[in-house]
């Protein structure tokens, strides 16, 4: 099958309560990872790129890897999602390369790190909204600032200084008639979120809820949700590496989320981690090793797991085969038929 809109994989999850995944990528092992997760577990998947990562693979390489993937996974629904656009050009382009939704974070300025006006936000939205809809393709928007600052998204700082406000986020949605909304409930980018188990000083579930109940019919997404496990630590810390003692966004939060309206998890830490600990193993274990598939093999087979282990957890698994995929294009008579009933 052909790649998907996001917004059906949303609607579907939230007809049925579930989660799903969206896992970022760079190269061919990542994806290969993410599709044999799925198929174990026959899990409909995000695959998201950064514009960092579109510019690591030249992106081209990257969307000729998925349309391999869907090829070879045609019983996988899959999304290939553009995560964090800094500005409507950067939507755009990834629309016209063929990804099937994409992120314009309007949060910040196009420099990707100065938190920037709700005016400026709803209307860069607003015309990425326009833009894609009539081709069919989900956006995603985001209200409130993340904390961290690795990858160029993020304003830097612990995450709280940007909490969403429900009220801003109802006026958002209403004026840029986006499919899915990012919150900053207190999450960070990156691998050091928290420097201690995160209660609710710093993990805003509270005000998740409170969104939720404002907007129950938009699709929610937590960012900067990895779990940072630390058996995943100890692995690279065990093998030479240096990590700092660091907590993420424990799984039965997500869980709370997903029951609370949240329909897409981004994960991308976790998946960093257990690629980096199986390389320093075997390296550190068979330093005459030299082959570069000894350690990409156990790599790959290490993020396969995580993944797996998220779809479990968020609730994919088995509804890979629950719906048939709808064009891009009958999704353009779905907006436009949409758009004609808020009028
Ligand atoms: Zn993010």
Same mark, same amino acid.
């Given at each position: 099958m052909p790649l998907v809109s996001m917004r059906q994989l949303l609607d579907e999850a939230s007809k049925r309560g579930y989660g799903v995944g969206a896992f970022n990528v760079n190269n061919m092992e990542q994806i290969q990872a993410i599709m044999e997760a799925a198929r174990e577990t026959q899990s409909p998947v995000?695959?998201? =790129?950064?514009?960092?990562?579109?510019?690591?693979s030249q992106d081209k390489f990257l969307y000729h890897l998925m349309l391999a993937a869907t090829e070879l996974y045609p019983e996988i629904?899959?999304?290939l999602h553009l995560d964090h656009g800094?500005?409507? $050009?950067?939507?755009? !382009? +990834?629309? $016209?390369?063929?990804?099937? !939704? /994409?992120?314009?974070?309007g949060s910040l300025m196009p420099d990707g790190k100065t938190p920037s006006s709700f005016e400026?936000?709803?209307?860069?939205?607003?015309?990425?909204?326009?833009?894609?809809?009539?081709?069919?393709?989900?956006?995603?928007?985001?209200? #409130?600032?993340?904390?961290?600052? $690795?990858?160029?998204?993020? +304003? #830097?700082?612990?995450?709280l200084e940007h909490v969403t406000d429900p009220d801003q986020a109802?006026?958002?949605?209403?004026?840029?008639g986006l499919d899915a909304l990012a919150i900053a409930?207190?999450? !960070?980018? #990156? =691998?050091?979120?928290?420097?201690?188990?995160?209660?609710g000083s710093v993990l805003k579930m509270d005000r998740l809820m409170e969104i939720h109940k404002r907007l129950p019919n938009v699709h929610l997404v937590m960012h900067g949700s990895s779990s940072v496990p630390k058996d995943l630590q100890d692995i690279i810390n065990k093998y030479g590496g240096s990590l700092k003692p660091?907590? #993420?966004?424990?799984? $039965?939060?997500i869980q709370l989320g997903i029951k609370n309206g949240v329909r897409?998890?981004? /994960?991308?830490?976790?998946?960093? *981690?257990?690629?980096?600990?199986?390389?320093?193993?075997? *390296?550190?274990?068979?330093?005459?090793?030299?082959d570069p598939r000894d350690y990409m093999k156990p790599a790959r087979e290490a993020m396969k797991k995580v993944v797996a282990e998220r779809m479990t957890q968020f609730g994919q698994a088995g509804h890979a085969g629950d719906y048939a995929p709808i064009s891009l294009k009958e999704m353009t008579k779905f907006y436009a038929e949409s758009a004609v009933v808020a009028k």
């Amino acid at each position: 099958m052909p790649l998907v809109s996001m917004r059906q994989l949303l609607d579907e999850a939230s007809k049925r309560g579930y989660g799903v995944g969206a896992f970022n990528v760079n190269n061919m092992e990542q994806i290969q990872a993410i599709m044999e997760a799925a198929r174990e577990t026959q899990s409909p998947v995000i695959v998201q =790129a950064s514009r960092g990562a579109r510019s690591y693979s030249q992106d081209k390489f990257l969307y000729h890897l998925m349309l391999a993937a869907t090829e070879l996974y045609p019983e996988i629904p899959t999304v290939l999602h553009l995560d964090h656009g800094n500005s409507v $050009e950067t939507c755009k !382009s +990834a629309i $016209e390369l063929g990804f099937t !939704s /994409v992120m314009m974070d309007g949060s910040l300025m196009p420099d990707g790190k100065t938190p920037s006006s709700f005016e400026y936000n709803v209307q860069a939205t607003r015309e990425v909204v326009e833009y894609a809809h009539a081709r069919g393709v989900t956006v995603e928007g985001e209200i #409130g600032v993340l904390g961290g600052i $690795e990858d160029g998204h993020g +304003a #830097g700082g612990t995450g709280l200084e940007h909490v969403t406000d429900p009220d801003q986020a109802v006026e958002f949605v209403e004026k840029t008639g986006l499919d899915a909304l990012a919150i900053a409930i207190g999450t !960070s980018h #990156g =691998a050091y979120k928290f420097t201690k188990k995160p209660d609710g000083s710093v993990l805003k579930m509270d005000r998740l809820m409170e969104i939720h109940k404002r907007l129950p019919n938009v699709h929610l997404v937590m960012h900067g949700s990895s779990s940072v496990p630390k058996d995943l630590q100890d692995i690279i810390n065990k093998y030479g590496g240096s990590l700092k003692p660091t907590w #993420g966004v424990p799984v $039965e939060e997500i869980q709370l989320g997903i029951k609370n309206g949240v329909r897409k998890i981004n /994960v991308d830490t976790d998946n960093r *981690l257990a690629i980096t600990g199986a390389i320093r193993k075997v *390296l550190f274990e068979t330093p005459e090793k030299f082959d570069p598939r000894d350690y990409m093999k156990p790599a790959r087979e290490a993020m396969k797991k995580v993944v797996a282990e998220r779809m479990t957890q968020f609730g994919q698994a088995g509804h890979a085969g629950d719906y048939a995929p709808i064009s891009l294009k009958e999704m353009t008579k779905f907006y436009a038929e949409s758009a004609v009933v808020a009028k």
